[in-house]
């Protein structure tokens, strides 16, 4: 099964600033998308990215996918208090899929 | 968004019995639907794919016999964790898909005394 690979795997930051994350996949996608786990929760779904798309926006959230690198990457813009989880990306394709270990996100107030 | 409803939140129970979990999927069909479960810290560990009508498909080295699942409807799946130990201590995860999207319940610490 193919897993996204993120990196870094924890990352510290005072608020306000920006954040950014990178993931990594081996195999074909249709799309990628990214989620976030706050402590104890489920996953949310944050955006999806089509493999014909090279960057897409959605609030303050930014993320562009090199097909040829097999890699994306999540920009927070003006980080909050409140984008304190961890965030994992799922690379979609045909193969059955499951979640690498995720960027543990802690914004410092 | 699509909307997952996962129950219990939380269970404590004795060794050697039985929990159920409940995922139902409130505004969208869930024909397919994803049982997962992680460890402090780590990453989701895919455990089983339900499909509405038909048996599980579990992941290497989970044993079904422990981890029941029943995908009777469109709308819910139920996991069973039969005879609890101690180490089945963990939280469980669902996540129903609809279209290319996860949409994940809110999660079930289990802990087993």
């Known amino acids: 099964s193919q897993q996204g690979e993120e990196d870094p795997q924890a990352l510290s930051i005072q608020e306000g600033e920006n954040a950014t994350m990178n993931c990594s996949y081996k195999t074909s996608i249709n799309n990628l998308q990214w989620y976030r786990q706050n402590s104890g929760r489920g996953l949310v779904h944050l955006i999806l990215?089509?493999?014909?798309?090279r960057e897409k926006h959605s609030g303050r959230l930014r993320v562009t996918l090199d097909t040829s690198k097999k890699s994306s990457s999540l920009l927070i813009t003006a980080s909050r208090a409140a984008d304190t989880a961890s965030y994992f990306c799922r690379p979609f394709g045909n193969e059955k899929l499951t979640f690498g270990t995720g960027t543990r996100l802690t914004i410092i107030p | 968004g699509a909307v997952v409803s996962q129950h219990p939140s939380r269970v404590i129970c004795k060794s050697g019995t039985s929990v159920k979990i409940e995922c139902r999927s409130l505004?969208?069909?869930?024909?397919?639907m994803f049982w997962y479960r992680q460890f402090p810290k780590q990453s989701l560990m895919l455990m089983a794919t339900s499909n509405e009508g038909s048996k599980a498909t579990y992941e290497q080295g989970v044993e079904k016999d422990k981890f029941l699942i029943n995908h009777a409807s469109l709308t819910l799946s139920t996991l069973t964790v039969t005879s609890a130990h101690p180490e089945d201590s963990s939280f469980y995860i669902c996540s129903g898909a609809e279209g290319e999207k996860l949409f994940f319940g809110s999660g079930t610490q289990l802990s087993v005394l």
């Open positions: 990215i089509r493999s014909n798309e």
């Open positions: 505004d969208f069909q869930a024909t397919t």
